[in-house]
């Protein structure tokens, strides 16, 4: 097979010293590490709900994981997902710079802040694209996307909570890695809650949380606990 | 500030569950970190994008190819996630915005060694995104031309001549930052 010609000797000479891979500090790497974990635990939990196309045993361990996290927010009986101290998925503020982010108005704002986190579109390989179905590589939101997530907002924004629930999940199931994503399962989180659904609201918001650690969506979620004391 | 951080340490590592797409990040995760910075992400915001790279990553996993090596894999995955968070802001990138941040204290070869390092980055700041992770891939990594143009999803051709215009682009950006460097 043809190969590209040899480096010129300039470039040889700038290249060569950084080839090796530099070590990363053990507290970034744990760290960064208790962060990927974080984000196992909660991607897995969250395909519990819409993946019929999945092998059964994928089934039971989340259906297993959904057990032990009920156990858990009825032997806490508080708000697990939603007190102070936060999931080990919660970077050092030296690590997060967006962490540092505004405090959002009280309503929830119809779009996602232009740098929200962890929305990135599975899209890593050529295959990937095939079998991404309807999400937007591109991260831009269709029409079709954020029509659905504006009747969700307005329904909960109207009090209507069950509706928005069966748009939310309607968004779900056509949209599962949509370019929304943060802004629908915010709206979710708000939704249970005002059913008074307090422990699912509580899951969703503690799952929510560990997938989208720097999002703007949290301060609200406080702002919710504190309303409610 | 310090229980503060103590509150937010993370979890011993016999508590991180065993999981494939876990386990191949753990192995590889100074890796990651280092293709991040070598595509331009800022030191700041290295960790949100690793982060980025494992999500998208445990999502591709079913179609990841395990005969094949997975670091040109994981490059084209952190690739992809670097050029999305470019997209993104794309009017406020700058080329020259990589810091140099040597500290200013240590023995002289470190510093020059960071200093070298640190010019290398510049000068690959200013050859664009796309042409940049194939000679990143190719002349930094070795990483043979077939596995790059996989790994970035580009036909053979294209990774040639990406490269040959990222080479020229280089050259001329270090020569440019020798001259001014050099200059009074």
Same mark, same amino acid.
């Given at each position: 097979?043809?190969?590209?010609?040899?480096?010129?000797?300039?470039?040889? !000479?700038?290249?060569?010293?950084?080839?090796?891979?530099?070590?990363?500090?053990?507290?970034?790497?744990?760290?960064?590490?208790?962060?990927?974990?974080?984000?196992?635990?909660?991607?897995?939990?969250?395909?519990?709900?819409?993946?019929?196309?999945?092998?059964?045993?994928?089934?039971?361990?989340?259906?297993?994981? =959904?057990?032990?996290?009920?156990? $858990?927010?009825?032997?806490?009986?508080?708000?697990?997902?939603?007190?102070?101290?936060?999931?080990?998925?919660?970077?050092?503020?030296?690590?997060?710079?967006?962490? !540092?982010?505004?405090?959002?108005?009280?309503?929830?704002?119809?779009?996602?802040?232009?740098?929200?986190?962890?929305?990135?579109?599975?899209?890593?390989?050529?295959? $990937?694209?095939?079998?991404?179905?309807?999400?937007?590589?591109?991260?831009?939101?269709?029409?079709?996307?954020?029509?659905?997530?504006?009747?969700?907002?307005?329904?909960?924004?109207?009090?209507?909570?069950?509706?928005?629930?069966? =748009?939310?999940?309607?968004?779900?199931?056509?949209?599962?890695?949509?370019?929304?994503?943060?802004?629908?399962?915010?709206?979710?989180?708000?939704?249970?809650?005002?059913?008074?659904?307090?422990?699912?609201?509580?899951?969703?918001?503690?799952?929510?949380?560990?997938?989208?650690?720097?999002?703007?969506?949290?301060?609200?979620?406080?702002?919710?606990?504190?309303?409610?004391? | 500030?310090? #229980?503060?951080?103590?509150?937010?340490?993370?979890?011993?590592? %016999?508590?991180?569950?065993?999981?494939?797409?876990?386990?191949?990040?753990?192995?590889?995760?100074?890796?990651?970190? %280092?293709?991040?910075?070598?595509?331009?992400?800022?030191?700041?915001?290295?960790?949100?994008?690793?982060?980025?790279?494992?999500?998208?990553?445990?999502?591709?996993?079913?179609?990841?190819?395990?005969?094949?090596?997975?670091?040109?894999?994981?490059?084209?995955?952190?690739?992809?996630?670097?050029?999305?968070?470019?997209?993104?802001?794309?009017?406020?990138?700058?080329?020259? #915005?990589?810091?140099?941040?040597?500290?200013?204290?240590?023995?002289?070869?470190?510093?020059?060694?960071?200093?070298?390092?640190?010019?290398?980055?510049?000068?690959?700041?200013?050859?664009?995104?796309?042409?940049?992770?194939?000679?990143?891939? %190719?002349?930094?990594?070795?990483?043979?031309?077939?596995?790059?143009?996989?790994?970035? #999803?580009?036909?053979?051709?294209?990774?040639?001549?990406?490269?040959?215009?990222?080479?020229?682009?280089?050259?001329?950006?270090?020569?440019?930052?020798?001259?001014?460097? %050099?200059?009074?």
């Amino acid at each position: 097979m043809k190969t590209p010609p040899p480096l010129s000797p300039e470039l040889e !000479a700038a290249l060569a010293p950084h080839r090796t891979v530099l070590r990363l500090s053990p507290a970034v790497e744990a760290r960064a590490m208790a962060r990927a974990a974080a984000a196992t635990e909660s991607l897995e939990s969250y395909a519990v709900v819409r993946a019929p196309h999945r092998p059964q045993w994928v089934f039971a361990m989340a259906a297993g994981l =959904v057990l032990a996290l009920g156990a $858990a927010a009825y032997a806490a009986r508080g708000w697990v997902g939603l007190s102070s101290s936060p999931p080990p998925a919660h970077v050092a503020p030296s690590a997060a710079p967006r962490a !540092a982010t505004p405090r959002p108005p009280a309503a929830v704002p119809a779009m996602p802040e232009p740098d929200a986190p962890a929305t990135i579109a599975p899209a890593a390989t050529p295959h $990937a694209k095939r079998s991404a179905g309807r999400t937007t590589a591109t991260g831009i939101p269709t029409n079709e996307e954020l029509h659905l997530l504006r009747a969700a907002r307005q329904d909960v924004t109207r009090g209507d909570f069950a509706r928005a629930l069966a =748009v939310i999940g309607e968004h779900a199931r056509r949209f599962r890695n949509g370019s929304l994503v943060e802004e629908r399962e915010a709206l979710r989180v708000k939704a249970l809650a005002g059913l008074g659904r307090r422990d699912d609201a509580q899951r969703a918001a503690a799952q929510f949380r560990a997938r989208f650690p720097h999002s703007v969506f949290l301060s609200t979620f406080d702002r919710m606990k504190e309303t409610e004391r | 500030m310090g #229980s503060h951080l103590l509150l937010r340490a993370p979890p011993p590592a %016999h508590m991180i569950r065993k999981d494939p797409v876990l386990e191949a990040y753990q192995q590889e995760i100074t890796y990651v970190f %280092h293709a991040l910075r070598w595509l331009g992400a800022r030191p700041d915001e290295v960790e949100d994008l690793a982060q980025e790279v494992f999500i998208a990553l445990r999502r591709s996993w079913p179609h990841y190819d395990s005969s094949r090596p997975l670091r040109p894999y994981l490059f084209g995955v952190a690739f992809r996630v670097v050029s999305m968070q470019r997209r993104k802001r794309k009017r406020e990138l700058a080329f020259a #915005s990589l810091e140099i941040r040597d500290g200013g204290a240590g023995p002289d070869e470190v510093l020059q060694a960071k200093q070298a390092r640190a010019t290398v980055m510049r000068a690959l700041e200013r050859v664009p995104l796309r042409r940049r992770a194939v000679l990143v891939m %190719h002349d930094l990594e070795e990483v043979p031309t077939a596995d790059v143009a996989a790994a970035l #999803s580009i036909p053979l051709f294209t990774a040639y001549s990406r490269l040959r215009k990222a080479r020229k682009e280089l050259e001329a950006a270090l020569r440019r930052i020798a001259q001014e460097v %050099h200059r009074p």
